[in-house]
């Protein structure tokens, strides 16, 4: 048995060295803790392997399977930040949105109370003009 470690981004490290993009490791190469961090991680895929089963494959086989772990890993990572992006935009939208509506309302609190205070000066003129002495009308 031989323990089968594929790395979507050569050259990363983990657990104490760079990785390349596919390598095959003694089964006793790694600790379980070690075994279960590259798990954690979506960048490593972990494969227990038989060894006369790989001996078997070709170098087209084992590149196919190479490339379809890859492209498995992008698109999962693709569709991630495109959820991410939706979501970020979203908020977005949303702060904006808020942003605009408490405008508006401020906007609209501040012309009510200049209405107000104008339908107040027209009341009180109202007043003066109804309470003024209504002038003569001049003899000929």
Avoid at 105 to 129: H, I, P, R, S, Y
Wanted: glycine residues 4%; aromatic residues 6%; hydrophobic residues 40%.
């Amino acid at each position: 048995m031989k323990i089968h470690i594929i790395c979507s981004s050569p050259g990363m490290w983990r657990n104490g060295i760079p990785h390349p993009a596919s390598e095959f490791y003694p089964a006793d190469r790694w600790n379980e803790k070690e075994l279960d961090r590259f798990k954690a991680d979506p960048a490593f895929t972990v494969r227990e392997v038989d060894e006369t089963a790989e001996n078997t494959m070709t170098d087209a086989d084992f590149q196919l399977r190479v490339d379809a772990e890859v492209k498995r890993q992008v698109d999962a990572l693709k569709d991630s930040l495109q959820a991410g992006f939706a979501n970020a935009v979203k908020d977005a939208v949303a702060d904006k949105t808020a942003e605009l509506k408490a405008g508006h309302d401020n906007a609209m609190d501040a012309l009510g109370k200049q209405l107000k205070t104008a339908n107040e000066a027209v009341e009180d003129l109202q007043a003066k003009l109804a309470a003024a002495p209504k002038p003569v009308a001049a003899k000929k």
